[in-house]
């Protein structure tokens, strides 16, 4: 029998994680006059989207641009921060390929052209061969890219760097990771929207079939992103609530059906909340793991069997000469390891310094492995080394070098994580009302920052009895999520 959830009055709402959806969900919660508890396992807010200060230079993880379809969202971002405070920046980034850039997404004939007409028809040759014989499995990510564009350009433009990202190969990668990003589109429907006449285009009244076209401007904080989430916190304990850093939660209590509080290390003194709610941004597996009285053991065997990939960005400073106009580059050669190369300049003039800009040299790693474990020192120098062999930077013109290490950074896509998701889900729902997965990790789902805010806004709703959301069909359209129409 469950306990019936408590009066709006009595609500004690503690939020595990202070990143975009645990502090969105304190600041919703706050305006309605209710007030939480947010447990931080770190020393800073923000989570990934927090902004790394090393010696005044300030490290975007990952990039975070502010565009979204979600108009609630948007209208947050400059409830928190103000407009005086966003910058409108123009959106460029590309794919680096044997010592050539390409579009990025990708543009049929760009691609097409960059690679010389020998390639660009053998390509197209390949693509004809997949449109007569599929692939045979296209639930994983290998055989979805190549239905779509043919297997010389997968094997080109996605392969490789699929693969450094999870660390596993794209046959074990299901397609959820492709569909988020090439949702529809194809290599013939590329070239024929780009070869089409533009009265054709114009006589098209059906936006519908229409393929947009990519965002060319973003907001961006001038300070960068972790400035939206510091002064998140500062409304948030200005409302009343407050976030306790150092704070790893350990266990999730519960009792006839209900959540009833959470038991964390507060600067390693453990500590009772007590809880007729709990938002949880912590990583899906360890809320379920650390369940009082536990759950079942086919439930702590799925929330064993998520995996996840970590996360390290080495930050090179060079002369501005010796950056480039793209927010990133996605580096698809083999021979190197980093994955992706940010240039924090063109995010911001206010990541720098003046004369300089800052590299940022992205490594998708598992914790604990060789990369994860070298010095900081070693670090720097291979990323000058890699810099100097791709022919973008030599490596002698980097002046000073730092490293972040980012733990848990994305939830891995891989052939049995629906099934456990949907195992924990299930057990959950049933015998722990009160409790919200939200964000990233929370629901193991590569949610962008905008999603991240709306599961915990729509969690939010339903705490208060405005809504009966099913927040776990975020993140689900159907488009790319930086087209417009």
Known sequence: MTTPAPAPGDLKVVIIGAGPAGLTAAYQLGKAGVTSTILESDDVVGGISRTVVRDGWRFDIGGHRFFTKVRPVED???????????????????????????????????????????????????????????????TNFEGFVASRFGWRLYRTFFKTYTEKVWGMKATEIQADWGAQRIKNLSLFRAVWESLKPQSFRLRNKDKSKQVTSLIEEFNYPKYGPGMMWERCHELCEAQGSKVWFNSRVTTVHHDGGRVTGVTALVDGVPTRIEATHVISSMPISHL????????PAEVVSAAGGLAYRDFMTVALVVPEEFGFPDNWIYIHDPAVSVGRIQNFGQWSPYLVKEGRTCLGLEYFVFEGDDMWTKSDADLVEQGKRELTKLGLVDGTKVEAGYVVRIPKAYPTYDG????????????????????????????????????????????VENILGQGDHDVWTVNVEEEYHEEKA
């Open 288 to 295: 379920l793991q650390g369940m009082d009285p536990p759950a």
């Open 76 to 138: 947050l971002w400059f409830e928190i921060l103000g407009k005086d405070d966003f910058l409108l920046r123009p959106r460029l980034s590309r794919i680096f390929y044997k010592g050539k850039m390409f579009d990025y997404p990708l543009r049929a004939k760009n691609a097409l052209f960059g690679l010389g007409l020998l390639e660009a028809f053998l390509c197209v040759m390949s693509y004809i061969w997949v449109r007569i014989r599929p692939p045979k499995d296209q």
């Open 416 to 459: 049995s994580y629906k099934a456990n998701i949907e195992t924990m889900r299930g057990w959950l729902d049933a015998n722990v009302a009160g409790v919200y997965p939200t964000g990233r990790n929370g629901m193991h789902k590569y949610n962008n920052q905008d999603h991240s805010m709306y599961t915990a806004m729509l969690s």
